[in-house]
């Protein structure tokens, strides 16, 4: 399984610091996408054929020669021992499909391995449909499909992405390629990966390998402007830019005797935040005494379903006596 793992860690450069976060290594997960068990475990098969055989499938498979009744030889598995193919004896419709939740606010990357062999001419119909009885129908697609729609749908309003798609013409042999989809518009929902064969006209072997799921947690980058001081009230605001919706909160770091009152803004969206900095009683005092007031602050950004992280910055206030 291919991960994005982000560690913590502090940078500051002048008047921009940020801070990033670990994402979480479960965000989501293909159940058994390398097909290294040796069998489908974690996938639904769907098939409707147009013979007696019970035998047109997907299979796991190893080596050169597909599991059931299949004559053509393939591609061996690109990554590991294992990966997915169709073996079939007769015309029909193939589909292997697993259904996946999407954590909300993350970023997903779909990342798969596809490849395929046909002895006859690859054709889609137009419009396109599973059917195989009639005319010419030989092809091999993969699709991010709405969960609650028929395994075989090809209704456009089911099908959410589409990841690959022979046409007709195409090489009649495609080496495994890699293939990637964003699926960051579906965050927060469930999604179903299809892989469809249609054959009508010979064997086709389509097959995957290493179905994936790179997730991100959402970004808690951030950047500190420089500060505008009111110096007749001997306050300041702090501009912050954020990445996305979150909760921003600035506060002393000198916990133990806290010289500005905490202050907490909600972000909607990306954009700049001008956070207020006012002083306590105490630290009004020292300030209209002394005419400034160095203080050491804390900026901290939780982004909405992600993690939070903090920065510190440097600043003066100034009050100018009436």
């Given at each position: 399984?291919?991960?994005?793992?982000?560690?913590?860690?502090a940078?500051?450069?002048a008047?921009?610091?940020?801070?990033?976060?670990?994402?979480?290594?479960?965000?989501?997960?293909?159940?058994?996408?390398?097909?290294?068990?040796?069998?489908?475990?974690?996938?639904?098969?769907?098939?409707?054929?147009?013979?007696?055989?019970t035998?047109?499938?997907?299979?796991?498979?190893?080596g050169?020669?597909?599991?059931?009744?299949?004559?053509?030889?393939?591609?061996?598995?690109?990554?590991?021992?294992?990966?997915?193919?169709?073996?079939?004896?007769?015309e029909?419709?193939?589909?292997l499909?697993?259904?996946?939740?999407?954590?909300?606010?993350?970023?997903?990357?779909?990342?798969?391995?596809?490849?395929?062999?046909?002895?006859?001419?690859?054709?889609?119909?137009?419009?396109?449909?599973?059917?195989?009885?009639?005319?010419?129908?030989?092809?091999?697609?993969?699709?991010?499909?709405?969960?609650?729609?028929?395994?075989?749908?090809?209704?456009?309003?089911?099908?959410?992405?589409?990841?690959?798609?022979?046409?007709?013409?195409?090489?009649?042999?495609?080496?495994p390629?890699?293939l990637?989809?964003?699926?960051?518009?579906?965050?927060?929902q469930?999604?179903?990966l299809?892989?469809?064969?249609v054959?009508n006209?010979?064997?086709?072997?389509?097959?995957?390998?290493?179905?994936?799921?790179?997730?991100?947690?959402?970004?808690n980058?951030?950047?500190?402007?420089?500060?505008s001081?009111?110096?007749?009230?001997?306050?300041?605001?702090?501009?912050?830019?954020?990445?996305?919706?979150?909760?921003?909160v600035?506060?002393?770091?000198?916990?133990?005797?806290?010289?500005?009152?905490?202050?907490t803004?909600?972000?909607?969206?990306?954009?700049?935040?001008?956070?207020?900095?006012?002083?306590?009683?105490s630290?009004?005092?020292?300030?209209?005494?002394?005419?400034?007031?160095?203080?050491?602050?804390a900026?901290?950004?939780?982004?909405?379903?992600?993690?939070?992280?903090?920065?510190?910055?440097q600043l003066?206030?100034?009050?100018?006596?009436?």
């Amino acid at each position: 399984m291919l991960l994005t793992r982000l560690h913590l860690f502090a940078a500051a450069i002048a008047a921009t610091v940020a801070l990033v976060a670990p994402a979480s290594s479960s965000a989501a997960t293909v159940v058994n996408g390398e097909f290294e068990t040796g069998n489908l475990d974690g996938w639904t098969v769907f098939n409707r054929s147009g013979g007696p055989s019970t035998e047109d499938s997907w299979y796991a498979y190893t080596g050169i020669v597909p599991p059931g009744p299949s004559e053509l030889n393939v591609t061996p598995p690109p990554n590991g021992n294992y990966a997915a193919v169709t073996s079939q004896g007769g015309e029909g419709l193939h589909i292997l499909y697993q259904d996946v939740p999407l954590e909300p606010y993350y970023t997903h990357q779909l990342v798969l391995m596809a490849y395929y062999r046909s002895d006859a001419p690859l054709t889609t119909p137009s419009p396109d449909g599973f059917g195989f009885e009639g005319d010419a129908n030989q092809q091999y697609r993969i699709d991010v499909m709405n969960p609650a729609a028929p395994p075989d749908s090809v209704n456009p309003a089911d099908v959410l992405a589409s990841v690959f798609a022979t046409k007709t013409g195409d090489s009649q042999e495609l080496k495994p390629t890699l293939l990637t989809a964003d699926l960051t518009p579906f965050a927060g929902q469930t999604v179903r990966l299809r892989f469809a064969e249609v054959d009508n006209r010979g064997y086709l072997a389509a097959s995957a390998d290493v179905v994936t799921i790179q997730s991100s947690a959402p970004s808690n980058l951030i950047a500190l402007g420089k500060p505008s001081l009111n110096k007749k009230k001997g306050t300041a605001r702090l501009p912050v830019s954020v990445p996305g919706p979150g909760t921003l909160v600035i506060a002393d770091v000198k916990n133990s005797k806290r010289r500005i009152k905490a202050k907490t803004l909600t972000a909607i969206a990306a954009g700049t935040l001008k956070l207020p900095i006012k002083t306590t009683k105490s630290a009004r005092k020292t300030l209209a005494e002394k005419g400034k007031l160095k203080l050491k602050v804390a900026v901290a950004f939780t982004p909405t379903g992600g993690f939070a992280a903090s920065v510190t910055r440097q600043l003066t206030l100034k009050l100018v006596p009436k």
